[in-house]
Structures are given as structure tokens and as C-alpha cells.
């Protein structure tokens, strides 16, 4: 299996959300919770981000394989269902981070590039680790983006890369992920 950066497990209906995510430089490869447990023997991605929705008993024993396999690997776990009991017992099988959804796709590409940061920098251990919010995203920019659809979010994200290069309608159509006709409507 080649090495990937990022690597999305969430049901299938879910898994077009996920590619607003824009991580300049890094791969993002989208798997359904269904054909994920086969890939935790060989998984070598440097980050998981686990949305197990409603399917809370599978999400957990997906993350406990995945952290029992690869412990040094940070795992982002998302749930549609939440409670404190829920969340102890994610980041008592090794969760890094832990998410109830509707979650902005700033904070947690944020969450992900911090992980990315601290592991990149070999002082990643499986001690706990609280992520630090980028300051360089407002609390107004939240706000603004998280009713947007994700498509949506990626053409900002490319459009913030890329301020200083001519940007052309069918490069924004293709980084959300629409065609040209769609985009501009």
C-alpha cells in the first residue's frame, strides 16, 4: 500500500464533505467504514480521520484496531452522536481529537495540520495532545463558513493559495469539485 498523508474513513454517503478539505502539498485518500477494516493492517497514513456518523459500536471497534495496529498514528475521531461518556471512551482508545458534528471544515483542517506539524517534527508520542485553533481564522470566519457548502470551502481555500497567481473559472470549478456551469450558478 503506498504511503498516504491523510486518510478518511467515513460512510460512504459522507465521504464527498471530506474533499473540502485542502491540504496544500499533503494526499487525502476517502474510504467508506465498510472496506476500512480492511485496511488497518497495512494502513501507513501519517494522520486517520475516523466519522463513524451513527454507527458509534463500529466506529470504536475500528478505532481500537487501528490504534492496537498503528498506535503512533493521530486519530480524529467524528460522531454524529455525542455524550461525555462517548468521548472518554474514544480518547481512551487513543483518539487525538474528538469531534461532534456539524463540525467546521476550518477547524478541523486545522486540527489536522497541527497534527501533521507536530508529527512531521518526530515529537509525536501517544502522549495526550491538545491541538492549538489557528489564530490566523477568526471566530467571523467560522461563522461564515460553516453553513457553506463544502464544495464551496474549497474553492475559497484555492482562491486564498492562490492570490497572487491569475485564477481561472474552470481551476475554482475543479477545486470545488463542480463543473464550470454549476459553480457559477
Known amino acids: 500500500m503506498e504511503k498516504k498523508s491523510v486518510l478518511v474513513i467515513s460512510q460512504k454517503e459522507y465521504l464527498g464533505r471530506y474533499s473540502a478539505l485542502w491540504l496544500k502539498g499533503e494526499h487525502v ?5 465498510k472496506d476500512a477494516f480492511d485496511l488497518v493492517p497495512d494502513c501507513q497514513a501519517d494522520i486517520v480521520i475516523l466519522d463513524c456518523g451513527f454507527e458509534i459500536e463500529r466506529g470504536m471497534t475500528l478505532l481500537e484496531e487501528l ?18 461518556e462517548l468521548a472518554v471512551k474514544a480518547f481512551r482508545a487513543g483518539a487525538r481529537e474528538y469531534f461532534r458534528k456539524p463540525v467546521s471544515m476550518i477547524d478541523l483542517q486545522d486540527t ?3 497534527l501533521l506539524r507536530v508529527k512531521r517534527l518526530q515529537k509525536d508520542a501517544r502522549y495526550p495532545f491538545i491541538a492549538a485553533r489557528s489564530a490566523e481564522h477568526g471566530d467571523a470566519a467560522r ?12 474553492a475559497v481555500r484555492y482562491i486564498e493559495e492562490n492570490l497572487e497567481n491569475k485564477i481561472l ?3 475554482l470549478a475543479q477545486a470545488a469539485r463542480l463543473s464550470k456551469y454549476h459553480f457559477c450558478r
Do not use: W
Request: proline letters at 7%; hydrophobic letters at 40%; zero cysteines.
Open 112 to 114: 489536522v495540520e497541527s
Open 143 to 154: 461563522a461564515a463558513t460553516t453553513d457553506k457548502p463544502a464544495n464551496l470551502l474549497g
Open 169 to 171: 473559472l474552470h481551476e
Open 29 to 33: 485518500e476517502l474510504h467508506s467504514i
Open 67 to 84: 490504534k492496537a495496529a498503528h498506535p503512533k498514528i493521530p486519530l480524529i475521531f467524528l460522531t454524529d452522536a455525542s455524550s461525555e
